[in-house]
């Protein structure tokens, strides 16, 4: 008699290689709408301390089960038990009812992650980790739609929230792969939208020619510099928060007297409600003044541009490096060149708004080249003016100007004798039938032949 074992589970695994990479693009929010959004933080802040103190009951529930002898008492709720509490809490309570059942469920893995970090952190022996706890608001403004497409999407330069409706999204780069989650944040004084994105890693990077004769070339990430490469170049970016340290000291003393002036005009009032037989004001209660209000404005600005030349000179030094190197880098502050290379097509050149002597890949960096100034139409009737330039491209070609019995035929354009007579000596015209298919063209050679 043969015993049948059960085949192990099958695991299904991709067949090629994936990266996920995020997108990050500014949200256009009007200060009419921003109170939904900052509502809906608060709301599910209210649910992650709630949720976090239930957590925190059981683990105390559970130890005293130890203690007793009752082991088999111990039970700690998994991810699908969580769920359904938040669900029974959000039909309870309109306001969280009102929230979009993916954003109750992002929060609950939240908590489990930081709870799975301290059980590893525990388990390795690393001390200073704990376990999660109760949040202030300010540390908590921001939401994730775990599933992109279910109350969540993208359209005509547009992201649509489900609750709040559509907010106009600068997104000025083409999301490659596909879109996986949708977080929103606010930070830096606005709102940002972070899509991620899971792209398989041989469509990201091409496979290298046969014929590539270029070096090996390897990178090392460092502090003091972003990054040094094997043949001795580094790459070292600005250091702002260096350079802004004398204003940043200046407008955090600011801040600083300004709250010592708040502190004192709280204890008077203390001092006058217990004079009075009352009970004293809180802190918290004290509104801020409209000169605080701005000393903190005027500080938070100074950091947010601390942060965002950081971030902007990190993005311009790696456009620099990859078209030398071949792979992007994969984070702030990642080696763009670690043993991997891209052959650019022997076809390609420079890109046409590259300055001299530069990449044409990190041109929205430099600004280069500077804006070429148009010539109006009024301008361009005179014969003696050359064609005008167009908005969209270089100069138009000049036409041929022949004035034998030739000019006839459909590659040129004849010319009245008194414009032939200051014309140019003739040549031949390879741009014809594109010159005479341009509207701008026309105009021209009406003013010309009418002169």
């Known amino acids: 008699m043969s015993i049948q074992t059960a085949k192990p589970k099958r695991r299904k695994a991709p067949k ?15 200060p009419s709408r921003m109170g939904a959004l900052f509502d809906a933080c608060d709301i599910l802040l209210d649910l992650r301390n709630r949720l976090v103190v239930h957590l925190a009951e059981n683990r105390r529930v559970n130890r005293e089960y130890k203690q007793n002898g009752q082991a088999d008492q111990v039970h700690y709720p998994d991810r699908a038990e969580l769920y359904r ?24 893995t939240r908590v489990l992650e930081g709870v799975s970090r301290w059980l590893e952190a525990v388990a390795e022996g690393k001390g200073g980790v704990r376990p999660p706890r109760p949040k202030d608001k300010k540390h908590y403004r921001s939401f994730t739609f775990p599933e992109y497409g279910n109350g969540c999407r993208i359209n005509s330069h547009r992201v649509y929230l489900s609750g709040f409706g559509w907010f106009k999204l600068h997104d000025h780069r083409k999301i490659a792969g596909r879109p996986k989650t949708v977080t929103v944040k606010f930070s830096q004084g606005r709102w940002w939208c972070t899509v991620t994105a899971q792209s398989f890693e041989r469509d990201l990077h091409a496979p290298l020619a046969a014929d590539d004769i270029r070096p090996d070339l390897g990178g090392d990430p460092g502090l003091e510099n972003l990054l040094t490469t094997s043949d ?13 340290r004398a204003d940043l000291r200046r407008a955090q ?13 709280h204890e008077a009032l203390c001092a006058a ?15 801020y003044s409209k000169r605080l209000q701005d000393a903190i404005r005027a500080l938070a600005r100074r950091h947010t541009k601390v942060e965002r030349v950081r971030d902007h000179e990190q993005k311009k030094l790696a456009s620099m490096s990859r078209p030398r190197r071949g ?13 991997a290379r891209r052959r650019r097509p022997a076809c390609s050149g420079p890109s046409p708004r590259a300055g001299p002597g530069r990449s044409g890949s990190w041109d929205r960096w430099r600004g280069w080249p500077p804006r070429t100034p148009v010539r109006r139409r009024a301008s361009c009737r005179r014969a003696s003016s050359g ?33 032939a007579a200051r014309a140019e000596p003739p040549r031949p015209c390879r741009h014809a039938s594109s010159f005479r298919s341009s509207r701008i063209a ?5 003013g010309l032949c009418s002169g």
């Open 16 to 30: 090629h290689k994936g990266e996920i990479r995020a997108y990050r693009f500014a949200m256009v929010v009007p």
């Open 85 to 108: 509490l938040v669900s029974a809490w959000a039909a309870e309570d309109e306001r969280l009812s009102g929230v979009h059942s993916h954003l109750r469920q992002n929060v609950v």
């Open 232 to 244: 001795g170049q580094v790459f070292s970016p600005r250091k702002p928060y260096h350079e802004a």
């Open 253 to 265: 003393k600011a801040v600083s007297r300004k709250f010592q002036a708040r502190e004192t005009a």
């Open 273 to 287: 409600a217990r004079a009075r037989g009352e009970k004293a004001p809180s802190l918290k209660d004290a509104p």
């Open 327 to 339: 792979r992007p880098p994969r984070g702030r502050g990642a080696s763009p060149a670690q043993g």
């Open 387 to 419: 064609p005008p330039v167009s908005r969209r491209g270089p100069a138009l070609p000049e036409p041929c100007v022949d004035t034998t019995a030739a000019a006839a035929s459909s590659q040129c354009f004849p010319l009245p004798e008194a414009a």
């Open 442 to 446: 026309r105009d021209w050679m009406s």
